[in-house]
């Protein structure tokens, strides 16, 4: 029997019940959120969104779905852009409200009069937003901002509403038929559900004992840097990911040279919404690839929309991520050296 199936010691090693946690990911995108504050969208001619690590995920994802009738950045350092002016909307997103990048460039985008906008569970950025009554949604208690991606998603669409860049009804409308799909096509990954049958089970004995590294198309790729992400912090285990057609311009000759006996694991996040020469990319890499690396795992994305194989993608991945981790005997919540990085940073 795998270790995998002995929920006795999944319950030893997942203390913070990050497995339960990603079972019910789905009821973000449902789930009510707190809004306050006002927002003059008159104007806006540019969105940045400044956040970090997990705070920064669904605005990779946002990207993608819903897409802004507006130019749309994701902005992942200290200041801003030399672009941002009183014609700009930033985002700014921590979800402990003490990340220092985000404070900074909440700073820089006060010092250029811009239209701002805050997602954040309180501190320093919450305090802010609530002196100067800025459009603030606030995020749900989770046990850590990579479990709240779909929530940040959410509160991305009420921010992008707020500011006129986007639909309300429409975005509610989509993420409540993402959520009932997900609850349905995620049931099978759980952990009462043997590895027989459970493919997420199946990949992280797959990604165990290497170093994954995640390859997706222009879709994808929010998604497989999400999985990357996961790797590192469910895991503990260094991932790399990558993206096409980039991929073929460069890091395909990396895998040219030395045995085959590498010790990664490919994963190829797939989608039917990817373009055919995308497709053509990740076939022809393979067969030229052969016998100079580990054969791709391919993974196809299900679902019927794109907003459905983006989140499918991303549930999967955490799943597999958290078996991993417990394949590793390690508990996947906690994130150690990170607060101790902040403790040093002072």
Same mark, same amino acid.
């Given at each position: 029997?795998?270790?995998? @199936?002995?929920?006795?010691?999944?319950?030893?090693?997942?203390?913070? @019940?990050?497995?339960?946690?990603?079972?019910?990911?789905?009821?973000?995108?449902?789930? %009510?959120?707190?809004?306050?504050?006002?927002? @003059?969208?008159?104007?806006?001619?540019?969105?940045?969104?400044?956040?970090?690590?997990?705070?920064?995920?669904?605005?990779?994802?946002?990207?993608?779905?819903?897409?802004?009738?507006?130019?749309?950045?994701?902005?992942? =350092?200290?200041?801003?852009?030399?672009?941002? =002016?009183?014609?700009?909307?930033?985002?700014?997103?921590?979800?402990?409200?003490?990340?220092?990048?985000?404070?900074?460039?909440?700073?820089?985008?006060?010092?250029?009069?811009?239209?701002?906008?805050?997602?954040?569970?309180?501190?320093?950025?919450?305090?802010?937003?609530?002196?100067? !009554?800025?459009?603030?949604?606030?995020?749900?208690?989770?046990?850590?901002?990579?479990?709240?991606?779909?929530? =940040? +998603?959410?509160?991305?669409?009420?921010?992008?509403?707020?500011?006129?860049?986007?639909?309300?009804?429409?975005?509610?409308?989509?993420?409540?038929?993402?959520?009932?799909?997900?609850?349905?096509?995620?049931?099978?990954?759980?952990?009462?559900?043997?590895?027989?049958?459970?493919?997420?089970?199946?990949?992280?004995?797959?990604?165990? $004992?290497?170093?994954?590294?995640?390859?997706? $198309?222009?879709? +994808?790729?929010?998604?497989?840097?999400?999985?990357?992400?996961?790797?590192?912090?469910?895991?503990? =285990?260094?991932?790399?990911?990558?993206?096409?057609?980039?991929?073929?311009? !460069?890091?395909?000759?990396?895998?040219?040279?030395?045995?085959?006996?590498?010790?990664?694991?490919?994963?190829?996040?797939?989608?039917?919404?990817?373009? @055919?020469?995308?497709?053509?990319?990740?076939?022809?890499?393979?067969?030229?690839?052969?016998?100079?690396?580990?054969?791709?795992?391919?993974?196809?994305? %299900?679902?019927?929309?794109?907003?459905?194989?983006?989140?499918?993608?991303?549930?999967?991945?955490?799943?597999?991520?958290?078996?991993?981790?417990?394949?590793?005997?390690?508990?996947?919540?906690?994130?150690?050296?990170?607060?101790?990085?902040?403790?040093?940073?002072?």
């Amino acid at each position: 029997m795998s270790v995998l @199936d002995d929920l006795k010691y999944i319950h030893h090693k997942d203390a913070s @019940d990050a497995l339960g946690i990603a079972a019910k990911e789905p009821r973000q995108l449902v789930g %009510e959120l707190e809004i306050f504050g006002e927002l @003059d969208h008159s104007a806006i001619e540019q969105v940045v969104y400044a956040g970090m690590g997990g705070s920064a995920l669904a605005a990779l994802i946002a990207e993608v779905w819903p897409g802004f009738s507006k130019h749309f950045i994701t902005w992942r =350092n200290y200041g801003l852009p030399a672009f941002v =002016n009183h014609k700009t909307l930033v985002i700014v997103a921590s979800y402990s409200g003490n990340t220092e990048e985000p404070l900074s460039a909440l700073e820089a985008a006060q010092a250029k009069n811009a239209h701002i906008a805050i997602i954040t569970g309180g501190g320093k950025l919450l305090a802010e937003a609530k002196s100067h !009554n800025y459009k603030t949604v606030i995020m749900p208690n989770v046990v850590e901002p990579r479990f709240a991606v779909f929530a =940040n +998603l959410k509160a991305i669409c009420e921010i992008a509403s707020a500011a006129g860049l986007t639909s309300t009804e429409k975005a509610h409308s989509e993420l409540k038929k993402t959520a009932e799909f997900l609850d349905q096509a995620s049931a099978s990954w759980r952990a009462d559900v043997s590895t027989a049958n459970n493919v997420a089970k199946k990949l992280a004995l797959e990604a165990v $004992g290497t170093s994954p590294v995640i390859y997706a $198309g222009p879709l +994808l790729y929010p998604v497989a840097y999400k999985w990357k992400i996961s790797f590192n912090e469910n895991a503990k =285990n260094v991932a790399w990911c990558g993206a096409y057609p980039e991929f073929s311009h !460069n890091e395909f000759i990396g895998w040219s040279s030395h045995p085959v006996e590498k010790p990664y694991r490919v994963f190829n996040l797939r989608s039917s919404f990817d373009r @055919d020469r995308i497709a053509m990319r990740f076939d022809i890499t393979e067969k030229l690839l052969s016998g100079r690396r580990p054969a791709a795992i391919n993974i196809e994305a %299900e679902g019927a929309t794109l907003l459905q194989q983006l989140l499918w993608t991303v549930m999967l991945g955490d799943f597999v991520t958290i078996y991993t981790g417990l394949l590793n005997g390690v508990d996947p919540s906690p994130v150690e050296l990170v607060e101790k990085m902040k403790k040093e940073l002072g």
